[in-house]
């Protein structure tokens, strides 16, 4: 069974800093793996999709990388902002099923 | 992308009532899925809708207690039924376009008092 863990839970940083966001899951047979934002009480904001043939995406600040084989993934956020304050999730996509979610890192930028 | 548009997005509901939650697509999608995040937690896939078929639950929801409907290919309502506190969460629907991408509506907050 597919179990997806993201470490840190929770992190703090102040303004200006790069900081990275890891994700691991257990099965590597995997069709793509996705980071999402959710701020408070909100649905879910898309991030960034990784598909198994690719190493890496970027999107502005956030640069995603896939290590299928080792089964992780990191977020970097570049030059953190206090608009960054929210809940990055990572989630994997198998064959037949929905997404599998990790728990969360609840990241905090200070001014 | 998909424009997802849910409501409602937050209500205060007496225990032993039920509550419909709704859910638009821009486009028509296949399949569409319905999440519950309890307070604290990720996310947890309650059922699949598709259209023209009976949706599929994931174990521990049962269509009693969630009863789902997909008339169309760009619609679809979840209900949660005989509301206790326990049910107080944030229930999400969601799509895949292409098989690949999923996005999200802004969620429907509830709290069972």
């Known amino acids: 069974k597919q179990e997806v863990t993201q470490i840190p839970a929770a992190l703090s940083v102040p303004e200006g800093e790069n900081l990275v966001l890891n994700c691991s899951f257990t099965?590597?047979?995997?069709?793509?793996l996705q980071w999402f934002r959710q701020d408070p009480g909100k649905g879910l904001t898309s991030l960034l999709l990784?598909?198994?043939?690719?190493r890496e995406q970027t999107s502005g600040r956030l640069n995603a990388s896939l290590d299928k084989s080792s089964g992780r993934s990191t977020l970097y956020i570049a030059a953190s902002q206090p608009g960054d304050s929210a809940t990055y999730l990572c989630a994997v996509n198998q064959a037949g099923t929905a997404l599998i979610f990790g728990k969360g890192t609840t990241l905090s930028v200070s001014s | 992308s998909a424009v997802i548009s849910q409501k409602p997005s937050r209500d205060i509901c007496q225990r032993g009532t039920s509550l419909t939650i709704q859910c638009q697509v821009d486009?028509?999608?296949?399949?569409m899925f319905w999440y519950r995040q309890q307070p604290g937690q990720s996310l947890t896939l309650i059922a699949t809708a598709n259209q023209g078929s009976e949706a599929t639950y994931e174990s521990g929801f049962v269509i009693d207690k969630f009863p789902i409907s997909r008339p169309n290919l760009t619609f679809s309502t979840l209900t949660v039924s005989n509301m206790s506190p326990e049910d107080s969460s944030i229930y999400l629907c969601?799509?895949?376009?292409?098989?690949?991408?999923?996005?999200f509506g802004q969620g429907t907050r509830l709290t069972v008092v």
């Open positions: 990784i598909q198994s043939s690719q």
């Open positions: 486009s028509q999608v296949t399949m």
């Open positions: 099965d590597s047979a995997i069709y793509n």
């Open positions: 969601s799509v895949e376009r292409h098989g690949t991408e999923a996005f």
